[in-house]
C-alpha cells in the first residue's frame, strides 16, 4: 500500500472514529445504527464494514482507547506529586476529577455504559470494561502501597482501599449523570472531601504529624 493510501485511509479510520463517538455519546448505544454512523462520516455502510465488523467492534474500540486515555491522563497529573504535603495532595485530587468530568461531560453516554459495565452490550464488554476500571484501581493500589511502606498510612489493603475509591467515586459519577442532582463542582468538593477523609482514616502517628504540619485550604 502507497503512503497516499495509507493516510487516506487513516484519516478514513479517525472520521468514522469521530463520528461514532459523536452519535454513540449523543444516542446511546442501542439507539445508534451503522448507517448512523456512517451518515454522519460521510461513507457508505459499505465502507464502514471494510473497517469494523459491526457497532459493537466499533464501540468496544472506543470505549477502550478512551478508558486508557482517561488513565494515562490521570497517571500523568499524578506521577510526581508529594503525598506528605496536604495542599498538594489536594491540588492533585481536584486535577483528578477534573480530567474526569471533562470526560464525563463530552461523553456521557459512553461514561454510563461504562460504568453499567456493558450492560445490554455482552459479557465479553462486561468484563473488558471492568478489566479497565480495576486496572486505574490497580494504579491507585501502587501509591497506596508507597505510603504504606514509608510509613505514612497503616493498616489497610492497597488493593481494597482503591477499590474503596474507585467505588464511591464511580458512585457519585453515576448519579452526576442519570439524575443530576448537583453540579460537577459540588460533586467535585465532595469526593475531595471524602477521599481525604478515608485517607486520614489510616494515617500513622508519622503520618499526622506530616499531615498537620502543612496547612490545608
Given at each position: 500500500?502507497?503512503?497516499?493510501?495509507?493516510?487516506?485511509?487513516?484519516?478514513t479510520l479517525d472520521c468514522?472514529?469521530?463520528?461514532?463517538?459523536?452519535?454513540?455519546?449523543?444516542?446511546?448505544?442501542?439507539?445508534?445504527?451503522?448507517?448512523?454512523?456512517?451518515?454522519?462520516?460521510?461513507?457508505?455502510?459499505?465502507?464502514?464494514?471494510?473497517?469494523?465488523?459491526?457497532?459493537?467492534?466499533?464501540?468496544?474500540?472506543?470505549?477502550?482507547?478512551?478508558?486508557?486515555?482517561?488513565?494515562?491522563?490521570?497517571?500523568?497529573?499524578?506521577?510526581?506529586?508529594?503525598?506528605?504535603?496536604?495542599?498538594?495532595?489536594?491540588?492533585?485530587?481536584?486535577?483528578?476529577?477534573?480530567?474526569?468530568?471533562?470526560?464525563?461531560?463530552?461523553?456521557?453516554?459512553?461514561?454510563?455504559?461504562?460504568?453499567?459495565?456493558?450492560?445490554?452490550?455482552?459479557?465479553?464488554?462486561?468484563?473488558?470494561?471492568?478489566?479497565?476500571?480495576?486496572a486505574w484501581a490497580g494504579?491507585?493500589?501502587?501509591?497506596?502501597?508507597?505510603?504504606?511502606?514509608?510509613?505514612?498510612?497503616?493498616?489497610?489493603?492497597?488493593?481494597?482501599l482503591s477499590h474503596a475509591?474507585?467505588?464511591?467515586?464511580?458512585?457519585?459519577?453515576?448519579?452526576?449523570?442519570?439524575?443530576?442532582?448537583?453540579?460537577?463542582?459540588?460533586?467535585?468538593?465532595?469526593?475531595?472531601?471524602?477521599?481525604?477523609?478515608?485517607?486520614?482514616?489510616?494515617?500513622?502517628?508519622?503520618?499526622?504529624?506530616?499531615?498537620?504540619?502543612?496547612?490545608?485550604?
Amino acid at each position: 500500500m502507497s503512503k497516499v493510501s495509507e493516510l487516506r485511509r487513516k484519516q478514513t479510520l479517525d472520521c468514522i472514529i469521530e463520528a461514532a463517538s459523536e452519535i454513540f455519546s449523543k444516542q446511546g448505544y442501542h439507539n445508534t445504527q451503522v448507517m448512523d454512523i456512517a451518515r454522519a462520516a460521510g461513507i457508505s455502510a459499505g465502507t464502514f464494514y471494510n473497517y469494523f465488523k459491526d457497532k459493537r467492534d466499533i464501540f468496544e474500540r472506543i470505549t477502550k482507547e478512551n478508558l486508557e486515555n482517561v488513565r494515562t491522563h490521570i497517571r500523568e497529573v499524578r506521577s510526581s506529586f508529594n503525598v506528605r504535603d496536604r495542599n498538594e495532595r489536594i491540588k492533585i485530587l481536584r486535577e483528578t476529577y477534573t480530567v474526569l468530568f471533562d470526560y464525563i461531560d463530552a461523553n456521557p453516554h459512553i461514561f454510563l455504559i461504562m460504568l453499567r459495565r456493558g450492560y445490554g452490550v455482552d459479557e465479553a464488554f462486561d468484563q473488558a470494561t471492568w478489566g479497565a476500571f480495576s486496572a486505574w484501581a490497580g494504579d491507585f493500589a501502587e501509591d497506596v502501597d508507597k505510603w504504606l511502606q514509608e510509613g505514612i498510612i497503616e493498616g489497610v489493603t492497597p488493593v481494597l482501599l482503591s477499590h474503596a475509591f474507585l467505588g464511591m467515586g464511580m458512585q457519585i459519577v453515576h448519579s452526576y449523570i442519570v439524575e443530576k442532582k448537583y453540579s460537577r463542582e459540588e460533586a467535585t468538593e465532595a469526593l475531595i472531601k471524602m477521599s481525604l477523609g478515608m485517607f486520614e482514616a489510616f494515617l500513622t502517628t508519622k503520618g499526622k504529624e506530616l499531615w498537620m504540619s502543612t496547612p490545608g485550604d
